[in-house]
């Protein structure tokens, strides 16, 4: 699966200013400056679109409601995988990376039997994906992905800034993540 971008498109600014590193610093020249680039829709390029959405890619970030890091990690979250110093983890950033494999990987566990069930229909026009539901997944909790899936989308949940599952499902659907292996006691 690829996804195709314009060069015109790209942000050339600085990864600390824009939060995008898979373009950090390049300069296209005006030759190629309508080219299109198809770049892999793998488990990076999801990693790194939900980072994007969550925090624009800064590592040290803490929201207003007090989540923590580039994907935005609870503190009830970091627990389970027994992160319990918050300014380590803001400066560590491996350890972000880390604990972000490892909570799709339980998340992938917990509703391994909903992606089966669910992969490949609509729900509200929306195609379901298993990437779709890792995302939301990340943004809800699995159960609130599962209360959704299972009621056909009348189960809303939104978070505090607005963000929905259907709109995580929708954002993040096709992303191939055929890596990432379902892991109910996966470690940091």
């Not at 624009?56 to 979250?77: D, P």
């Not at 300014?87 to 950033?93: E, G, I, M, R």
């Not at 009621?151 to 939104?158: R, T």
């Amino acid at each position: 699966m690829l996804l195709c971008i314009n060069a015109t498109s790209i942000d050339n600014r600085n990864s600390s200013e824009s939060g995008v590193h898979v373009f950090n610093n390049l300069n296209f020249p005006k030759s190629i400056s309508n080219t299109i680039f198809y770049l892999e829709r793998d488990f990076v390029a999801f990693k790194e679109a939900l980072a994007f959405k969550e925090s624009q890619g800064k590592y040290e970030i803490v929201n207003t409601l007090g989540y923590l890091g580039k994907y935005q990690f609870g503190k009830t979250t970091l627990a389970r995988f027994d992160i319990y110093d918050t300014q380590h983890f803001l400066k560590t950033p491996i350890l972000q990376e880390k604990a972000f494999v490892a909570l799709c990987k339980v998340n992938k566990w917990i509703l391994r039997k909903d992606i089966l069930r669910s992969e490949g229909k609509k729900i509200n026009g929306i195609l379901i994906t298993e990437s779709g539901i890792l995302a939301a997944a990340h943004l809800s909790g699995a159960g609130n992905v599962k209360k959704f899936l299972r009621s056909n989308g009348s189960q809303h949940f939104s978070d505090a800034y607005g963000s929905s599952i259907a709109s995580y499902l929708k954002k993040f659907a096709n992303y191939d993540l055929s890596n990432i292996v379902a892991e109910r006691l996966a470690k940091v």
